[in-house]
């Protein structure tokens, strides 16, 4: 049995403080996942780009890594089967900057600028660009139109002949960022946490610093600048 299967139990034997479940987490993917090419058990990591705060500390800092796998597909292909896809991702560890691992279970509650909907149990879902409300505004004025019987035999008539484009794959390239919300709570070492509020310095600090800052800077024709 590997270090990694007593990781849990350490952890629980290290002074630590505790974020709830429910925390959102705002991550950046650093690999790309898709429905086309990824499949249940594909590697997944994002970095951390906003802390993780609980009250005036910094549990999670900026820049910590996240890794997980994907936990299911669902492709379109040739959209016989499945009409839009669908992709479900899982992050199972958080590595700090000093490369401390928690083992954390997060979910994605929402992908920043896209078009695809969030279930609320967290299965990334292609939204069919059938069901926008322009498409389906012009399908009522095609319906009364259409309630003339020789015409309407036509349209089943086009129908039947034109081939109906599958709706896309879902794909995300390293980049996209996302929200995920912890669904169980996360202990993290006190060591691992960071002080969000900037500490003043102390005279003594502030006295070393006197003669060794410049009163005025320059930029880069050496004229007085801030």
């Given at each position: 049995m590997g270090f990694l299967a007593y990781l849990p139990l350490l952890m629980t034997l290290l002074p630590s403080r505790e974020i709830p479940a429910g925390t959102q987490m705002e991550v950046r993917l650093t690999t790309a996942v898709g429905t086309y090419a990824s499949k249940p058990g594909s590697?997944?990591?994002?970095?951390?780009?906003?802390?993780?705060?609980v009250g005036d500390e910094v549990l999670l800092p900026v820049g910590s890594s996240l890794s997980g796998e994907v936990?299911?597909?669902?492709?379109?292909?040739?959209?016989?089967?499945?009409?839009?896809?669908?992709i479900e991702l899982e992050f199972q560890r958080v590595t700090l900057p000093d490369s401390t691992t928690i083992p954390i279970s997060a979910r994605v509650i929402e992908v920043d600028n896209a078009r695809e909907r969030v279930a609320k149990d967290g299965r990334i879902q292609e939204q069919r660009s059938t069901g926008s409300l322009s498409n389906r505004a012009t399908g009522y004025v095609r319906m009364a139109v259409g309630l003339n019987v020789h015409a309407q035999l036509g349209i089943w008539a086009v129908k039947a002949v034109v081939v109906n484009l599958p709706e896309p794959e879902i794909y995300y390239p390293p980049g996209v960022e996302m929200t995920l919300a912890l669904t169980d709570p996360v202990s993290?070492?006190?060591?691992?946490?960071?002080?969000?509020?900037?500490?003043l310095l102390t005279g003594g600090e502030l006295a070393a610093l006197d003669g060794v800052l410049p009163e005025r800077t320059t930029n880069r024709s050496h004229h007085a600048s801030d």
């Open positions: 590697p997944v990591s994002a970095v951390l780009t906003a802390p993780v705060l936990k299911s597909v669902r492709r379109v292909g040739l959209g016989i089967v499945h009409e839009t896809a669908e993290v070492p006190e060591y691992g946490h960071v002080d969000a509020k900037p500490r």
